[in-house]
């Protein structure tokens, strides 16, 4: 199977921007054979833009349905983050299309980030997994794939391929470079960690967007300008996955 996921500049609240963006980008990727296309966190109203809770859409939105659309018509999953209004709540959510432009998941992120997140958005509390061109898929969303209890838990559930959506920003470059292989490694998943690059207010994103194999490989990863990155996802081998589920020992 092979993932891709686009990096770029924040399409900074520009919707129509946004939305076409991810047309383009899902057409190529399916092109080059990709199952799935992975886009940024809050990729829809800009992760670092003003008056989110007013810009925020439903899940049933105009919105969403071109992309569920764009999904069908390339025969591309796709995952794309935005801010969701579920009545007066609104979460920092990724929805997943599948090829066939139906919904496979609509996840809500759990660990939201630093004082600003938990003002705008209430936390998630489920994890959402499907399958995904025979592997069994979840989604998680930037702080979320640095809490190793979370990628554990998936896991053990069967789960072998995490897409991320993220908006990891300076000075933070350890999370690409070091955390998500060792995620991914330590747990035998695939990880495609989709980020921003460029500025968005007071924010720098540090690029790095990377594709992590099961045993830790860094197969594919970006720099610090706007990429679509593409990496064929190997066969799981028995012999080099860890085995820390199983052999944990708690002390009492």
């Not at 998943?189 to 990377?210: K, R, W």
Request: glycine content about 8%; aromatic content about 6%; some cysteine.
């Amino acid at each position: 199977m092979k993932l891709a996921l686009w990096q770029s500049t924040s399409p900074a609240a520009d919707l129509e921007a946004a939305l076409a963006q991810a047309e383009t980008a899902l057409t190529a990727a399916a092109a080059m054979g990709a199952a799935a296309l992975v886009l940024p966190e809050v990729w829809l109203q800009g992760y670092n833009q003003p008056d989110i809770p007013a810009r925020a859409i439903p899940l049933d939105s105009p919105h969403l349905h071109r992309l569920a659309a764009a999904a069908k018509r390339s025969g591309c999953a796709l995952v794309t983050g935005y801010a969701e209004r579920d009545g007066a709540v609104v979460y920092n959510a990724a929805a997943c299309f599948g090829p066939d432009g139906s919904l496979l998941a609509n996840y809500r992120k759990v660990q939201l980030y630093g004082p600003r997140e938990r003002a705008l958005y209430n936390p998630g509390s489920a994890y959402a997994t499907f399958t995904l061109s025979g592997e069994m898929a979840s989604i998680l969303i930037c702080y979320d794939i640095e809490f190793a209890p979370h990628i554990k838990s998936l896991s053990d559930r069967g789960v072998t391929v995490i897409l991320a959506p993220t908006a990891n920003m300076q000075p933070f470059t350890h999370v690409a470079q070091h955390t998500v292989p060792a995620m991914a490694a330590n747990h035998g998943v695939t990880i495609a960690y989709a980020n921003y690059c460029g500025q968005e207010g007071d924010l720098t994103y540090v690029g790095s967007s990377l594709i992590a194999g099961p045993h830790g490989e860094i197969l594919a990863q970006a720099g610090e300008t706007p990429t679509l990155l593409i990496a064929e996802i190997p066969a799981r081998d028995p012999a080099r996955l860890s085995t820390q589920s199983e052999d944990l020992r708690l002390i009492p």
